[in-house]
């Protein structure tokens, strides 16, 4: 499933060909995404407006009209945004197609069909339910030592399950979760009420550290993930435990150990992650 960092790369390579163009049609197919397609909302505020902005929150893009509605997109496992020019043949999984002025069309295709598209009305955008429940940004100045300390306190969940919970912090997915722990010299399976300032302060500066590098990579493919363009990222090759059970740690040469964490593989030094 694509993570802050591929989000945030969509989000940035749709900016320059997006913004400023008018959706002139709205067509969809007939197949379910996993929420319901507003049809109508669709109709009533996309089609014949015109993109002001796109913005992220979480793993959601959220594409500004300028109806004063907001198109909230979420890409799901297998979600793909990008642009074709009109008259492009349609594939099997392009569930929705937006028809730009400037002959182009932007296309959600989703195998899986675990992606959503929601349209919030300029009365619902002040208080989005959709977002309801959600953390802060790990990116965002809310994202500090004392929050952290706070969400942790008395807590025994392992911190890597912590740093996964979107209640607490969003858009660190599995993959990111191991490599910040690695930077930050920290057991995935530490309990989070054991951990003191100073391993939170590593914790904060690991997280902007690896994000901020994987959105400079344009994020990680492992299987499908392209960005807009089509083009793979290529911050898994600067992956330093996460799939690399049994391999050399590329820092001290000690062997990278594998263990199972609510029924997702977690990787990490024993040598350097204490």
């Known amino acids: 499933m694509p993570e802050l960092p591929e989000v ?12 400023g163009c008018r959706i002139n049609r709205v ?42 509605a907001v198109l909230v997109l979420h890409l799901g496992m297998t979600g793909r945004l990008a642009f074709f020019a009109n008259g492009t043949p ?14 182009l069309e932007l296309r959600f295709n989703d195998v899986r069909r675990f992606g959503s598209v929601q349209v919030l009305s300029p009365e619902d955008r002040d208080s989005p339910q959709v977002f309801v429940g959600l953390g802060v ?12 300390m ?22 660190i997915g599995n993959i990111y979760a191991n490599e910040i722990l690695f930077v930050a010299g920290i ?19 690991a997280s902007r550290q690896v994000l901020e590098k994987a959105i400079a990579c344009g994020g990680t493919t492992i299987s499908d993930y392209v960005n807009s363009s089509g083009e793979a990222g290529y911050f898994q090759c600067e ?17 990278i150990d594998r263990v199972v964490l609510s029924g997702r593989a977690s990787f990490f030094c024993p040598s350097c992650q204490k």
């Open 27 to 68: 067509v969809l197919s007939n197949r379910r995404l996993r929420l319901p397609v507003p049809r109508a909302k669709l109709k009533r505020w996309v089609q014949g407006s015109q993109v002001e902005s796109i913005e992220r929150r979480a793993k959601y893009l959220l594409v500004n009209m300028d109806s004063g």
């Open 187 to 205: 057991k995935p399976t530490r309990a989070v009420g054991t951990m003191g300032r100073a391993a939170w302060d590593r914790v904060v500066r």
């Open 90 to 103: 349609r594939r099997v999984h392009d569930h929705l197609r937006f028809l730009l002025d400037g002959g």
């Open 8 to 19: 945030e790369t969509i989000r940035r390579g749709l900016i320059p060909r997006l913004v």
């Open 239 to 255: 992956l330093n435990v996460y799939g690399r059970g049994g391999e050399m740690c590329q820092n001290c040469g000690s062997e």
């Open 150 to 171: 706070k969400k942790a306190r008395s807590r025994t969940r392992p911190i890597k399950n912590f740093l996964m919970d979107a209640r607490v912090v969003v858009g």
């Open 137 to 148: 940004e790990p990116l965002g100045p809310d994202f500090s030592t004392p929050y952290l």
